[in-house]
């Protein structure tokens, strides 16, 4: 029987849950390291997951139509262009902020979907909180939103995505790829492992493995603060309260751990990960990866099964220093 999908929007999700024998065998690693594989989603990251479900609750709710509603948001890349292309397959028209620092590929992906793509560093409102915070993209986003506000109070007909707190991000990943994880492992799962960008992925994959069991860690992985080159990967602690994403200045029952990655590390893990198993992947995954290296190094891990979420393709990072090596 034919199956036909009508939209590449019914691919979003279900990603495989892949074990890197390869990996752990060069690495002498005695725990089972399993990746979720998000560049399996149709528009090639974990975003498509929210993206979809932001827009598609804000046309039940009546709140965006296509042809008539701008789509807009600030991000790093991903994010950007999965509103992009959903934007693209539903009739929107889509405006971009781009944070400074990603990969050339990115802007060009979102271009090629249709975007008006600008960085930030050419938005005259954003250029003295950017100076004074670092270019940090929370910080960037307050004055963004305010932005915004003053284009709709002028009439404009505009829809700010807003995943940084969006509190649909985190219940997309409760609801679809918490479910996956624990559903793919039958339950037999000792730890998960997410960079945090924007928190939602470690919040809404917390939130519904922690019910279903307690035992389960849960460990973030943040940058150094001083590891600008992992770009999409986001700071939690020793910062500001107001630059920490929304959805983890509560932290009580979400993580375990918190492990702070560095540059080196990271982007060998990717490396090494491309050779031995064949698993092409970007910079947040490489500092997941060392976090998950990291825990199935302890002795009480041997043989338990160790999660570790890659939320893109390295075919994103190209023209980058991630596989220069």
Do not use: C
Request: hydrophobic residues 40%.
């Amino acid at each position: 029987m034919a199956k036909i999908h009508d939209s590449l929007t019914e691919l979003v999700g279900n990603t495989p849950l892949v074990r890197l024998h390869g990996y752990e065998k060069k690495l002498g690693l005695k725990a089972h390291i399993l990746a979720k594989v998000e560049y399996f989603n149709p528009i090639g990251s974990i975003k498509d997951r929210i993206v979809l479900r932001i827009i598609e609750d804000a046309e039940r709710e009546g709140k965006i139509k296509p042809g008539v509603t701008t789509l807009i948001e600030y991000t790093s890349g991903n994010t950007g262009i999965a509103v992009s292309a959903i934007g693209a397959m539903k009739g929107y028209k889509v405006q971009i902020y781009l944070q400074e620092g990603v990969s050339q590929e990115r802007l060009q992906v979102m271009k090629a979907f249709g975007a008006n793509v600008q960085k930030i560093s050419e938005v005259p409102e954003l250029q003295e909180e950017l100076k004074a915070t670092n270019n940090d993209f929370v910080a960037a986003t307050n004055i963004l939103k305010q932005h915004i506000r003053d284009r709709q109070t002028a009439g404009d007909s505009i829809f700010f995505v807003d995943q940084m707190i969006n509190p649909l991000n985190p219940t997309a990943h409760h609801d679809t790829t918490g479910v996956e994880i624990w559903e793919q492992t039958g339950g037999d799962l000792a730890a998960v492992v997410s960079a945090v960008g924007t928190g939602g992925t470690i919040r809404g994959i917390s939130d519904y493995i922690k019910a279903q069991s307690k035992d389960v860690k849960v460990i973030a992985v943040e940058p150094a603060l001083d590891a600008g080159a992992l770009t999409g990967i986001h700071n939690f602690t020793e910062v500001p309260n107001e630059r920490v994403p929304i959805t983890l200045r509560d932290t009580s029952g979400v993580y375990d751990e918190v492990l702070s990655a560095t540059v080196k590390p990271s982007f060998e893990a990717a490396r090494t990960v491309a050779k031995t198993d064949g698993v092409l992947v970007g910079n947040s995954s490489g500092a997941a990866l060392w976090g998950a290296t990291e825990i199935a190094k302890r002795p009480e891990f041997e043989g338990k099964n160790i999660v570790v979420v890659f939320p893109d393709t390295g075919l994103r990072y190209l023209s980058t220093d991630l596989f220069k090596n």
